[in-house]
């Protein structure tokens, strides 16, 4: 921990170095900031926000600069960050995790002028929005797959923290994956980390011996499509297409599009017509998107996976559909009743019928 | 069943192995009197130099090569900083550290999108085909074997030759040692270069046998667990191995106890290693009270100069 703290204030420092150097330039460009969990390079999660920035750049060219800032620990370090980053002339600063929400909160208040934009959190100011996808809308689609493909009917599912992002994912694919095929079982284990490539490894490892012969991920790295991939056992890419690691692994990937979400918060900065709102977006929006789907699968499938995708482009599906009941047995949604947004889907801490585990505490 | 318990047996010897190497190497420079936290560094800088030298050459002996020669690289600075301009130990392995995991991320820009080939368990025929026995004893990859005949080699080192007694009589004093003619500085470069080399060993483990992968920060706290493990040890070689069991051991039947829908509370799991650290600290403290005890270093730590 400690050495992550330090490692970072270097970045810090190396990052500030570089806004020194570089302030003298041209016109009044729009100063943009990100500050990512991870390393750019685990062609996951954090890639995909770069990915985003980089989208912001394209289309503004000169008129923004953007400093990005890696693999920064939850915590007062991200506070500090954040403050580095407000001191230094950014306008808007987008902190792209869970865990940023406290320190978020925190810089928002010191500084009221700067605009923040919180991933996945739900807490708001009016400075502070607030932005996340509906990647259960993903997790349904590949729920659906996996409940199709598997053929020892067991999924392993590797998950990070319990927070109600991860479980509303695991809800979500359980009962998609339920709903083709009843004798569906899901081994979840919790890592608590969003990166540790050794780590995910083992555990993708461990549940192939305990008999999954499909793996899903909440984590961040390629290491769990690696595995899937050496033991010839199938897994879907998480937030990036991690085909090239598992090329036959690999059935699709959910995809998170940030960037014409981020353009268009940057370009609002820039016209002064920014304000404090809420989006939750999902493959209608195109936020939640997917790579191309493996020829592994037959055809059947593909319809169905297809015809899925349409279906909640349209609007017209919703992957939390009752009647479900919670996991003691309690009823959660009448039949055809869908959740609100809030406090349901957004605080969700419980699991839904059928699966066979226990929320860490 | 049986099928079962050899995978966790392979999955916790692929988890251990890491650990024994950097802990092997830096108890060696323990026991010599230095106190080198760039462990992480090292491991990591040869973590990315055997993975890149696997994707250009694809040759595997040569990466394990390279990954020793980078981990000493790294001790070589280390050494010099320490030994010869005297820099304290504790600051000089943590700017190491950071220096290996900034310089490993730098080199590693464009080694994120690609795979190479691992390295493979041994197949010996006849012996790796024996039920029980062939799987359980025969079946590892080359560098599980060679990380327990390192720890039989610094135990016969420590133990039965006149250097490695040399070595230690400089760990527990070095002005005595020096006074009657031992080259402190000498011994105490070349342990550290062997820790170096070991520390690299335990990196390309990593990312050569443990995920054929190369990410930015992929040593994620295992040089600061084989430095718990060190402790552990209470310096002890044979004790590495024990430890770095224990340690892989709970990491792996953790995910195979969630996999079994078995209530285990994950965080506290994962804390057991540095609390058993903690735990054996205080033992010698306590135990140590009540007898001359030898086991930590004495000079530990402590900057040598000869003209003191």
Redesign the interface.
């Known amino acids: 921990m400690y050495?992550k703290g330090?490692?970072n204030s270097?970045k810090v420092f190396m990052t500030s170095c570089i806004l020194f150097v570089s302030s003298g330039a041209a016109a009044e460009p729009t100063k943009a900031a990100f500050i990512y969990i991870g390393?750019t390079?685990?062609?996951g999660w954090t890639y995909q926000h770069d990915v985003g920035a980089k989208y912001v750049k394209k289309h503004m060219g000169d008129d923004v600069e953007i400093t990005t800032v890696e693999?920064v620990e939850e915590g007062p370090d991200a506070e500090r960050v954040m403050a580095q980053l407000a001191n230094k002339g950014n306008e808007i600063i987008f902190t792209t995790s869970f865990g940023y929400m406290n320190p978020t909160l925190k810089a928002a208040k010191r500084f009221p002028n700067v605009k923040f934009e919180h991933a996945t959190g739900y807490k708001r100011l009016d400075n502070i929005s607030t932005y996340s996808a509906r990647f259960y809308e993903g997790r349904h689609v590949i729920g659906k797959i996996a409940g199709k493909m598997t053929k020892t009917n067991v999924i392993?599912y590797i998950a990070s923290f319990p927070i109600p992002e991860v479980i509303r994912g695991i809800n979500a694919s359980y009962l998609a994956a339920k709903s083709v095929n009843p004798d569906i079982q899901i081994?979840?284990?919790?890592?608590?980390?969003w990166?540790?490539?050794?780590?995910e490894?083992?555990?993708a490892?461990?549940?192939i011996?305990?008999g999954?012969d499909i793996i899903m991920q909440h984590t961040d790295?390629?290491?769990a499509m690696?595995?899937a991939e050496?033991n010839g056992m199938y897994a879907f890419g998480q937030a990036s297409d991690m085909g090239?690691?598992g090329p036959n692994a690999q059935l699709t990937a959910i995809i998170d599009d940030w960037g014409p979400y981020y353009l268009q918060r940057v370009q609002a900065v820039r016209n002064g017509t920014w304000e404090s709102i809420d989006t939750f977006d999902g493959v209608r929006e195109g936020m939640v998107a997917f790579a191309p789907l493996s020829d592994r699968l037959p055809a059947d499938v593909r319809a169905m996976a297809l015809q899925d995708i349409g279906e909640l482009a349209a609007g017209t599906l919703h992957p939390f559909t009752g009647p479900i009941n919670k996991q003691d047995g309690s009823a959660w949604l009448a039949a055809g009743e869908t959740p609100p947004m809030f406090p349901d889907l957004l605080t969700m801490d419980f699991y839904v019928e059928g699966i066979?585990?226990?929320i860490?505490? | 069943m049986n099928e079962l318990f050899i995978q966790i047996v392979l999955g916790i010897s692929i988890a251990s192995t890491p650990l024994i190497f950097a802990a092997i190497g830096e108890l060696v420079v323990e026991r010599s009197g230095v106190l080198n936290l760039g462990l992480e560094g090292m491991m990591i800088v040869g973590a990315i130099t055997g993975f890149a030298v696997q994707f250009h050459y694809n040759n595997v002996v040569l990466a394990v090569l390279a990954s020793i020669v980078a981990g000493m690289m790294l001790a070589t600075v280390f050494a010099f900083l320490t030994q010869v301009l005297l820099t304290n130990h504790v600051a000089t392995g943590l700017a190491l550290t950071l220096f290996g995991l900034g310089v490993s991320a730098f080199w590693g820009r464009s080694y994120s999108k690609v795979t190479v080939d691992r390295i493979d368990a041994i197949n010996i025929p006849g012996l790796s085909d024996l039920p029980v026995v062939g799987p359980l004893v025969f079946s590892y990859d080359p560098l599980f074997y060679l990380s327990i005949m390192a720890v039989f080699l610094v135990w016969y080192f420590l133990n039965k030759t006149k250097k490695g007694l040399i070595l230690r009589a400089i760990g527990d004093n070095h002005d005595a040692a020096h006074a009657i003619g031992h080259k402190v500085v000498r011994y105490r470069f070349l342990a550290i270069l062997f820790g170096g080399a070991m520390a690299g060993l335990g990196g390309v483990y990593l990312s050569l046998v443990q995920v054929p992968i190369w990410v930015e920060g992929m040593t994620a706290g295992r040089g600061w667990i084989a430095l718990a493990l060190v402790v552990f040890a209470s310096w002890q070689p044979f004790k590495v191995i024990v430890g770095a069991l224990i340690f892989g051991g709970i990491s792996i039947l953790q995910l195979h106890a969630q996999g079994y829908g078995v209530n285990v509370d994950a965080q506290y799991l994962s804390m057991l290693p540095y609390l058993m650290t903690i735990i054996v600290l205080v033992t010698l403290r306590v135990r140590s009270k009540s007898k001359s005890d030898r086991v930590m270093p004495h000079c530990l730590g402590k900057v040598f100069h000869s003209t003191q």
């Open positions: 050495k330090l490692t270097i390393p390079g685990d062609h693999s392993g081994k979840i284990v919790w890592v608590f980390s990166f540790d490539p050794g780590k490894a083992d555990a490892k461990a549940m011996d305990q999954a790295s390629t290491a690696m595995m050496e090239s690691f066979d585990s226990k860490p505490q």
